[in-house]
């Protein structure tokens, strides 16, 4: 039963409280950082963790002005100083960024991906400009039109020179524990501009051209007209795009060698465009070649309209070496909340109820709009409705990337109509206009941020639903004793009579109203849920603490109920070789069971370990193979990704 706010629980309060958690968080986070002076240490990790990150994603150009000195750019006529052109650069840049670095910071954004930085062909294009940043000409330099003047590569300085605006801002991010995600492009580099295409330089230096195409480092097979044949669009031009050729290795070598330079500068992920558009075999190679050079990198792909029904773009997600940002979700949310399709959460829950088919379910990228689709406003001006959709992407299993402006309302309906899919480009890159910091929007992201941060069963947890009609949407995310409950109604009031919550018994603190709800033998009784509204309960329980932290996932495995995996082997943490002391992993969803295992004794040794399934009334099925064998990191947090062998 809902009760009024306590009195006790005032701001100030609170705001001791939220900073105690990112004690407890900031905490967190040194524990996960490898130690910089231990290479090899590198090499005791197969993958990084990003699933504790909230990732803020911003149109460079349309964020804010830190530098008015650089807006005209080489050529001043494709900038709009009165911003009414959609076409043109309007001025925001990488000082504008530093400068609203506290402002994100405070939201609770603990990693920003910047549309790309790299410099653009300085033209008109059916009218636009390349103010998006996906129309390069050099992948070593940065836009002029995003750094101070005196960084212009133009005046001799190279990438050696560490002292630019984009340096500044990575130390900047750095200095708050903030993350940067590089935004890039391998499929190709830019459309005909006057005759010219393709135009292509290694830091100034010109390598390749289309229309003089010696060495083949282009497609030259026309535009994609069948976009059921693979091979076009893998091979073909998309809206006139020149297309790399990726056979050719002086290509291959040129685009590793400049994203390694960016990952030499600090870049901490990468974000990668149009990945269905190049063979898997491609970001094989890149992605193995990336994590060689920098085990540390997390990247996620942008297969568009993706989704786990999708053959296609399920086998990318699990086997070219990268995530994928969700659309299945993300058009879902937006059919459920944004144009209040019939069958509502009914619609979400059948994307969750595929996630057996990722093994990275856990990893995708979520979002409810970006700049390739209406913002979500565009589709349901309701602000509520916009927060019920925030809320659950914050509280979901994935990570989730807010769409800059978001937290202000930020939309511009411009040629907006209600399709899902449809796409008011360029009216969904408006201009940054508000900061204001106590939006309730603003404020629910910094609260879930903070969770997502704070509670493991949010970040690495399994979820579950517990009550579930196309208004009203109830589920339990789960992670040891570590539990998060959370109930949203995009209808009229409502009374859910009696809901499972798996929460301890007692009073529990709704983190987004701070209202009390009574839980009786793990239900909640007569749920009052107001129109529009969402409830967030958290439960944080004991965390691991060691000297070294697995973090371990297991595929590809059939359990039935009561079935349990278990990992044994020849250390005293998983029992040595004794089954009934083996570590017992979580249920995440049918195709994954994970565990964070705590090593101190065997922190720095090579062990063997192999998995089991503990199976009632049977003995228990040991995977068929002699053994894995690892050498554990001496300390921090490292990630194993295993498959079943049966
Ligand atoms: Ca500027
Ligand atoms: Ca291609």
Redesign the pocket.
Known sequence: MASTPSSLSSDSQYEVTQTEAEAEVEQLIVEDKPESDLDLEFLYTRDIEFRQETIYFIVVDRFYDGDPGNSKGPNPELYDPDRQDWGKYWGGDLQGIIDKLDYLKNLGVTAIWLTPLFEQVEDLFVGSAAIHGYWTKDFKRINPRFIHKDDNPSLNKTQEEKNTVFDKLIAELHERNMKFILDIVC??SNPDFSGKKGELYDDGVKIADFNDDKNHWY?HYGEVTDWEDEWQV??CELSGLA??N?NNIEYRNYIKSAIKQWLDRGVDALRVDTVK??PIWFWQEFNGDIQTYRPDVFTFGEWIYSSPINDRSVEFANDSGMSILDFGLCLAIREALGVGAEAGFQLVQSILDQDHRYNGATELITFIDNHDMHRFQTLNPDPEMLRLAIALIMTSRGIPCIYYGTEQYLHNDTNGDNNPYGNNDPYNRPMMENWDTDSPLYRDIRLLSGLRRLNPAVSMGSQWEKYLTPDVYCYVRRYRDSVLFVAMNRGEPVTVEAVDTELPDGEHTDVLSRCKFEVKEGLLHNLELGARDAIVFSHVGERIKAQTIVRAQLNAVQTQPGEVIVITGDCPELGNWDIAKAYPLEYINTNTWFAEIPFNESAGKLIAYKYAMWRQDQSPLRENLVCRRWVLASQGTVKWRDKWAS
């Open positions: 499929n190709h497609h893998q091979n297309t790399f990726e558009h190049m």
